[in-house]
């Protein structure tokens, strides 16, 4: 089975702070995506790569960064946390190939106070 | 861009059959992907669409239309476990990306 592992499920943190969320997959995917949740908006995807220190800016990308110096890990970074950056953010992996679902990580719930 | 719609919310009783509607107007239209998503849990792939049609997956099935952006999730012999929330999710560009709905929250009643 897939496994996509976010490194923290609850985390808080105060407004200004630098932080990291982790997300790794064990499948070899190519694609990985962070998302995030948020009530009546749904999933709105941040940053996505499609290879190693490839990156592509999605729909909300203000505000974050992200990196990828290997296959399996991709990392979002929020550089200076604020208040309207509290959410549920979602990683996941794909094949990116036709016809292939992306796999999500358990997800990361943030709180800047 | 995206613009993906479907119901906010939908209420059906244990044992009947919904479906749930989605409309999509996308460039580099790619697959038409269907999660379900509980509560506090991260979304859980159900099916998928690519070409015209339904296909079926046990209890559930999913209908694509590509010419008039439409698909629809159709759930039969609901049990309470079906409570979540569906999501409707287009793939672009050989799946490089995907792009979700808000999501339909689906209230089965006993």
């Known amino acids: 089975d897939v496994k996509v592992t976010q490194s923290s499920r609850y985390l808080v943190k105060r407004t200004g702070e630098k932080v990291f969320l982790e997300c790794v997959q064990d499948?070899?995917?190519?694609?990985m995506f962070w998302y995030r949740q948020d009530p009546g908006l749904g999933l709105r995807l941040i940053y996505f790569?499609?290879?190693?220190?490839?990156?592509e800016k999605g729909d909300i990308p203000e505000g974050y960064s992200v990196s990828r110096e290997k296959k399996e890990r991709f990392s979002l970074i929020l550089e200076s946390a604020s208040t309207n950056q509290t959410s549920m953010y979602l990683c996941?992996?794909?094949?990116?190939?036709?016809?292939?679902?992306?796999?999500f990580g358990q997800g990361t719930r943030l709180t800047v106070v | 861009g995206q613009n993906i719609d479907q119901p906010t919310e939908m209420t059906a009783t244990e044992g009947a059959i919904v479906q749930i509607n989605c409309t999509y107007q996308?460039?580099?239209?790619?697959?038409l992907f269907w999660y379900q998503q509980h509560a506090g849990e991260a979304p859980t792939f159900l099916s998928y669409?690519?070409?015209?049609g339904l296909e079926e997956k046990g209890r559930f099935s999913s209908f694509l239309s590509r010419s008039k952006g439409y698909s629809y999730l159709l759930l039969k012999e609901l049990q309470m476990k079906d409570s979540a929330s569906y999501l409707c999710a287009v793939g672009e560009y050989n799946f490089n990306k995907f792009y979700f709905g808000s999501g339909t929250k689906l209230n089965v009643k006993p």
């Open positions: 790569s499609y290879d190693v220190k490839m990156k």
């Open positions: 499948m070899d995917h190519e694609n």
């Open positions: 996308t460039s580099g239209f790619n697959g």
């Open positions: 669409n690519v070409l015209d």
């Open positions: 996941a992996s794909s094949l990116g190939q036709a016809n292939t679902e992306a796999f």
